[in-house]
Nanobody, 121 residues
Framework: QVQVVESGGGLVQAGGSLRLSCAAS????????MGWYRQSPGKQRELVAT???????EYAPSAKGRFTISRDNAKNTVYLQMTSLKSEDTAVYYC???????????????WGQGTLVTVSS
């Protein structure tokens, strides 16, 4: 089996910074992309940033210029560095991985359990 586990959420003041981490583990043959999504109360889950393996990152308009996604392919890990945080960034942040498991020929989309980021104004 495979899983992704996030860490790094917490409470931060507006204008502050926070770094999220997510590691994929298990029987993984390869990873096509890893990314971050978020969901605020009463809203749908939305893309924050995604980064394909060997490709360029893509950001939601709300994240451009403030958030930076990066990956450590050797560790199957993705990071999200968030700066200039605003109250509207408050949400549960979910890690997502599109990967090929070692035990199947079907590509999987794997989600983490989420980590809460709260930005106080």
């Amino acid at each position: 089996q495979v899983q992704v586990v996030e860490s790094g959420g917490g409470l931060v003041q507006a204008g502050g910074s926070l770094r999220l981490s997510c590691a994929a583990s298990g029987n993984i043959a390869s990873i096509d992309a890893m990314g971050w999504y978020r969901q605020s109360p009463g809203k749908q889950r939305e893309l924050v940033a995604t980064m394909p393996t060997g490709g360029s990152p893509e950001y939601a308009p709300s994240a451009k210029g403030r958030f930076t996604i990066s990956r450590d392919n050797a560790k199957n890990t993705v990071y999200l560095q968030m700066t200039s945080l605003k109250s509207e960034d408050t949400a549960v942040y979910y890690c997502n991985a599109d990967l090929w498991p070692g035990y199947s020929y079907r590509r999987l989309e794997v989600w983490g359990q989420g980590t809460l980021v709260t930005v106080s104004s």
